[in-house]
Nanobody, 118 residues
Framework: QVQLVESGGGLVQAGGSLRLSCAAS????????MGWYRQAPGKQREMVAT???????TYADSVKGRFTISRDNAKNTVYLQMNSLKPEDTAVYFC????????????WGQGTQVTASS
């Protein structure tokens, strides 16, 4: 059974920091691209950051220089360190596990709320 369990969300003042974690089970974690996405009320879900199985990272322009994605294959966990949070970062943050070949899968976590107050 596949599980992606996010944690670390919460309420923080603008300028503050949070670290999100996503613990995965039931997937071939070391061979999987992991990502963080977010969805604010009334908006579409958007990519925040991804990290490939080889450690290559991508970031949305809006978070570059403030957020850092990392992974620990020994713990089957992906992290998102969020610094200098802004009110516009407020959203539900989702973890995603994507593998395109042999086997192919695309799983999402249940989401964790991040609120940055002004």
């Amino acid at each position: 059974q596949v599980q992606l369990v996010e944690s670390g969300g919460g309420l923080v003042q603008a300028g503050g920091s949070l670290r999100l974690s996503c613990a995965a089970s039931g997937i071939i974690f070391s061979a999987t691209t992991m990502g963080w996405y977010r969805q604010a009320p009334g908006k579409q879900r958007e990519m925040v950051a991804t990290i490939s199985s080889g450690g290559i990272t991508t970031y949305a322009d809006s978070v570059k220089g403030r957020f850092t994605i990392s992974r620990d294959n020994a713990k089957n966990t992906v992290y998102l360190q969020m610094n200098s949070l802004k009110p516009e970062d407020t959203a539900v943050y989702f973890c995603r596990a994507l593998k395109l070949l042999n086997p192919r899968y695309n799983y999402w976590g249940q989401g964790t709320q991040v609120t940055a107050s002004s």
